[in-house]
């Protein structure tokens, strides 16, 4: 297709983090083809973190695609008049549905064999053994639209666009400390990155001068059960807001707030995005390593395990870190 794309579907269906990363992607389509609408496919959960991006015009959501008959979903994706797809997260269903649904244009990498005989631009991309950032993996996909440009780390975060965020509710903003520095504490990862003791965030948490820093806990509801007996155990040093936000307002929370601490989870990246301090704690096995989904934002920055050892990752490294935000 010679013709200048007027509506690209950009398809990244995996968690918050994923969806974070792949904004550099809608940026550029939206500084190269300026008149183009840009959608974003992704799984419910991330509808509100796709849409907070300004380079992001609607938002598909697979699991209304895919939990229903194939005929229903390719007749619902026809309806949207798409000619480009690009598929940032292999899927072998939604290639089919869209080949079926008649988009013009269809970019997969070459490395899946299904992409073959579904999409009809491939693009050679390896990420397993790439040294780029999953960001700057994603941007390569964009050669099926003769977008060639390479994006450094630190171009990045001019494409994100996370400036669609609604104002944060009284009774949320009310928590933040007007003379203090709102840090915000995410210990778990539902299992997905290796993880700092609460040990460690307790010795860290002891550490912070209450006089200097006002300390959240977040997490998910379904983490508020595992750490609400730890989180008890801080007593008044920290407050609990895990699973009391919505997305919506949890981002605009964390953009409220001045800094944050997690492993390699969404609510990093937002911040991240967000333009606060970011700090990642991560693992250095390769493709899960900082090198691979560190934060990449104005005021981010991470620290590295050894030998898959999150302890090497000392209170007393994260504590100079931290002091030095203020």
Request: hydrophobic share 40%.
């Amino acid at each position: 297709m010679n013709d200048t794309p007027k509506h690209i579907l950009v398809s990244r269906n995996d968690a918050v983090g994923d969806v974070i990363l792949a904004f550099p992607v809608c940026g550029l389509i939206k500084e190269y083809f300026p008149d183009c609408k840009v959608s974003f496919l992704g799984r419910t959960y991330t509808r509100e973190i796709a849409l907070s991006s300004t380079f992001v015009d609607n938002f598909v959501n697979q699991d209304e695609l895919t939990h229903q008959s194939e005929d229903e979903g390719v007749a619902q994706l026809s309806k949207l008049n798409i000619d480009t797809v690009i598929f940032l997260r292999p899927d072998k269903s939604l290639a089919r549905i869209a080949k079926k649904a008649g988009i013009k244009l269809r970019i997969g990498t070459a490395h899946r064999v299904y992409h073959w005989y579904t999409c009809n631009k491939l693009v050679r991309l390896s990420r397993k053994n790439s040294p780029l950032h999953e960001a700057q993996l994603n941007v390569k996909l964009l050669k099926g639209v003769n977008i060639k440009k390479k994006l450094t780390l630190s171009e990045i975060p001019a494409y994100y666009g996370l400036k669609r965020i609604e104002p944060l509710m009284d009774e949320y903003r009310q928590m933040l400390s007007e003379d203090k520095f709102n840090l915000i504490l995410h210990p778990k990862s539902h299992g997905n990155s290796l993880e700092w003791r609460l040990q460690n965030f307790t010795g860290l948490i002891q550490k912070l001068d209450p006089a200097k820093f006002r300390i959240f806990i977040s997490g998910s509801r379904k983490e508020n059960e595992i750490l609400k007996p730890w989180i008890e155990e801080q007593g008044d040093r920290v407050i609990n807001i895990c699973g009391k936000l919505s997305l919506t307002q949890f981002i605009s929370f964390i953009n409220s707030s001045d800094g944050l601490i997690a492993a390699s989870t969404g609510p990093l990246h937002i911040a991240a995005a967000s333009g606060i301090h970011a700090l990642g704690l991560y693992t250095d096995i390769k493709t899960k390593d900082a090198g691979r989904w560190g934060p990449i934002g104005e005021k981010a920055e991470h620290l590295q395990c050894k030998h898959a050892d999150m302890d090497t990752i000392t209170v007393d490294m994260v504590y100079e870190k931290v002091t030095k935000w203020i």
